[in-house]
């Protein structure tokens, strides 16, 4: 059967046999434009008494004309003045039935196709394709553009210490530091709308904004006293390691909304960009806030780590207000150290024995988001509650926290480890 919609200046035919879909291409440009990067520093040395020296420097980039890909045949995103939605009203699954004549919203309001939001709404709720209906490029599908127009900026503030005294090194360094930019690399898949690059511009896709590394080495004292096997045992040993902490990376709400859960679109701009994240959820609590008692249960793995409360569904056409890279992993500590034996052997040789321990304390370092598996469960949310009331909302049995993964670990970092080792030099 082929049905029939009103779009663009005339009449579009969908799902009829025979018919022809529209190519989706990439387009690379014609004239090379080379990216390149600026740096540049400024430090202060300073000699303590007591052999430390101290460091502080201002370190900046400039990162111009980066390579990104964008879908340059998107349809143009609905002007809020025109957007029958006010702000904290979604986009419903029972928004989406067309009876042939307009779209009847939860809200009260009606669609009617000669009203600006009708192709919008045609298009995020999955009855046109938006092929027919592009604008820049008519009759082609989606156009991936790959250009070097993105840019970056880094700027950090970092301090030193290196401490030198007997048989003792230690060195702490710490850096406070911001790293913005448009794209962080040509496939990032955090685009919603391709036409306004400036508002991708956020925090790095592996921006840390606190680093703190200490680390040591320290010869252990020699015995002179004790038979010579005493001494052989005890003495050479020395005893190294590494202490870090780490504010966690920033990753971004995915809205992903469905008819199954009452939230109805994907696409929830109706933009048919095909490509990057497609919408934001919007946010409308703290993150980092109280979370819901129930959020931590057999059906899910791990502890819940934020508040989903926190985000609620975008409103109806728009691309979700929570934006790009709006919230941060967990911080990490982590304590890493080895106790090491030199023993020199005749003939110019050595045997080097090693005892390795990492994350000696067994701290449990949970992961939100991996930026190298993409999109995931943990940073996509599809079901929405009210936190105040145990945040409780459609699909999942009627909670929002029922084995659901959202928010939750998906990985951890590396737990405890012990191992040995022996190496013969000669």
């Known amino acids: 059967m082929t049905q029939q919609f009103p779009g663009g200046g005339g009449w579009s035919s969908i799902g009829g046999n025979g018919n022809a879909y529209a190519l989706n291409v990439t387009s690379v440009p014609t004239k090379a434009t080379w990216p390149y990067v600026q740096q540049w520093s400024l430090s202060v040395q300073h000699e303590f008494p007591g052999q430390t020296l101290a460091t502080v420097a201002y370190v900046g980039s400039?990162?111009?004309?980066?390579?990104?890909?964008?879908?340059?045949?998107?349809?143009?995103?609905?002007?809020?003045?025109?957007?029958?939605?006010?702000a904290g009203q979604p986009m419903t699954a029972s928004d989406c039935n067309w009876n042939g004549q307009y779209f009847n919203l939860s809200n009260g309001a009606t669609i009617t196709p000669n009203q600006p939001a009708f192709t919008n709404m045609m298009v995020a709720c999955g009855i046109f394709t938006g092929n027919s209906l592009r604008e820049a490029y008519p009759g082609m599908g989606q156009i991936f553009s790959v250009e070097n127009t993105a840019n970056s900026?880094?700027?950090?503030?970092?301090?030193?210490?290196?401490?030198?005294?007997?048989?003792?090194?230690?060195?702490?360094?710490?850096?406070?530091?911001?790293?913005?930019?448009?794209?962080s690399d040509r496939s990032d898949s955090t685009y919603v709308n391709s036409y306004d690059l400036a508002a991708n511009r956020a925090s790095s896709n592996f921006d840390q904004r606190h680093l703190l590394h200490v680390s040591y080495v320290y010869d252990l004292p020699k015995f002179s006293e004790g038979s010579r096997f005493l001494r052989g045992a005890l003495n050479h040993w020395q005893w190294s390691g590494i202490t870090i902490f780490e504010t966690g990376i920033p990753f971004s709400i995915i809205n992903n909304g469905s008819n199954a859960n009452g939230i109805a679109a994907l696409d929830n701009a109706g933009v048919a960009n095909g490509t990057g994240a497609g919408s934001y959820a919007d946010r409308c609590g703290d993150p980092y806030?109280?979370?819901?008692?129930?959020?931590?249960?057999?059906?899910?793995?791990?502890?819940?780590?934020?508040?989903?409360?926190?985000?609620?569904?975008?409103?109806?056409?728009?691309?979700?207000?929570?934006?790009?890279?709006?919230?941060?992993?967990?911080?990490?500590?982590?304590f890493d150290t080895a106790l090491m034996k030199h023993i020199t052997l005749p003939n110019e040789s050595n045997l080097e024995f090693r005892v390795e321990a990492f994350n000696v304390f067994n701290n449990t370092q949970f992961e939100i988001y991996d930026p190298d598996l993409g999109n995931q469960p943990n940073n996509t949310v599809s079901c929405y509650g009210n936190a105040a009331s145990g945040y409780s909302g459609a699909g999942n049995g009627g909670s929002c926290l029922?084995?659901?993964?959202?928010?939750?670990?998906?990985?951890?970092?590396?737990?405890?480890?012990?191992?040995?080792?022996?190496?013969?030099s000669f």
């Open 153 to 183: 900026s880094y700027n950090a503030f970092q301090v030193t210490l290196r401490h030198s005294i007997h048989s003792l090194t230690l060195g702490v360094a710490y850096t406070y530091s911001h790293s913005i930019d448009d794209s």
């Open 62 to 86: 400039k990162g111009t004309h980066l390579t990104l890909e964008r879908q340059i045949n998107q349809l143009q995103p609905l002007p809020a003045s025109q957007n029958p939605y006010a």
């Open 289 to 334: 806030g109280s979370k819901p008692s129930g959020g931590s249960n057999s059906g899910t793995f791990g502890p819940l780590l934020l508040n989903p409360g926190a985000f609620c569904a975008p409103q109806g056409l728009t691309f979700g207000n929570s934006g790009r890279n709006s919230v941060r992993n967990p911080f990490r500590w982590n």
């Open 402 to 424: 029922g084995g659901s993964s959202f928010l939750h670990p998906i990985e951890a970092h590396r737990p405890r480890t012990l191992q040995l080792a022996l190496k013969y």
